[in-house]
């Protein structure tokens, strides 16, 4: 019995579940159809940060060179994520595209009910909701529940504004929380994010309830990523009372 059930969760994931690769924001228009929720990550999805430090690449540094100096795993990760939070109180912000903001205008004259789906907790909310207004993003004007939602068990977990903070927690199960909490009952979901383990837990959530899920794996970023040069980062986070550019940050390694 329990081959079956599971032949038959393969099944309904198989048919109704698919991860494709995009290189720009604008191919969502191609995969969103009527009485879809849209799901759309928000760091290296939506913005990103004007410099180096602070990016989503530049976490991930950190926390490799925490432990390369000692740390635990765990400290080393306390330790990055404190400094990438107050980073974010401080950093000015740019979409990751040019288009980004038109396609969300054309999702919002559309009539599409969007949210984002964030690992970002409660102690960033406001901030967030901040910067992405900074660029002319706002969800609020597409949210499909208007109430702010406290999750329950789920400690630094939010839903404000349209965008579910989920403080690190797994976002196929805050997702799912989601749902419950708001009564929110979506037949459709498209999700975009840049991180395809963010996109396999959502589909997962999306297979066991029979959810119809199209992810979408973002990859505007992908060399970025992958060429962060740790020094520029460095030399930005010794000026961080005074944040400097990337350009900026290269001139004075030139020059020391």
């Known amino acids: 019995m329990r081959f079956v059930s599971c032949i038959f969760l393969f099944l309904i994931t198989f048919l109704n579940a698919e991860i494709i690769q995009i290189k720009n924001i604008g191919q969502c228009m191609d995969q969103i159809k009527p009485d879809m929720l849209v799901v759309f990550d928000i760091d290296n999805t939506l913005i990103e940060p004007a410099q180096s430090l602070g990016s989503d690449q530049w976490f991930s540094y950190r926390v490799e060179e925490n432990i390369r100096r000692g740390m635990s795993k765990q400290e080393s990760f306390a330790v990055a994520l404190t400094e990438w939070i107050s980073i974010q109180h401080k950093t000015k912000v740019k979409p990751v595209e040019t288009s980004t903001v038109q396609l969300f205008e054309q999702l919002h004259n559309g009539g599409w009910q969007v949210i984002a789906l964030t690992t970002r907790g409660i102690e960033l909310a406001a901030k967030t ?7 002319g993003i706002d969800f ?26 989920c403080d690190g927690s797994n976002k196929g199960a805050l997702l799912l929380q989601f749902f419950k909490q708001s009564g929110l009952d979506p037949k459709k979901i498209l999700f975009v994010d840049d991180k395809e383990k963010c996109l396999r837990d959502v589909e997962q959530v999306c297979a066991e309830h029979q959810i119809s899920f199209i992810g979408l794996r973002y990859g505007f970023l992908d060399e970025k990523v992958k060429n962060l040069k740790p020094e520029v980062a460095d030399e930005q986070w010794v000026c961080f009372g005074n944040l400097i550019s990337d350009e900026e940050a290269n001139e004075r390694l030139k020059n020391n």
């Open 140 to 165: 609020s004007k597409a949210m499909p529940v208007s109430q702010e939602i406290i999750f329950e068990h789920v400690r630094g977990a939010l839903y404000r504004g349209g965008i579910v903070f």
């Open 129 to 135: 909701i901040e910067q992405l207004k900074s660029v």
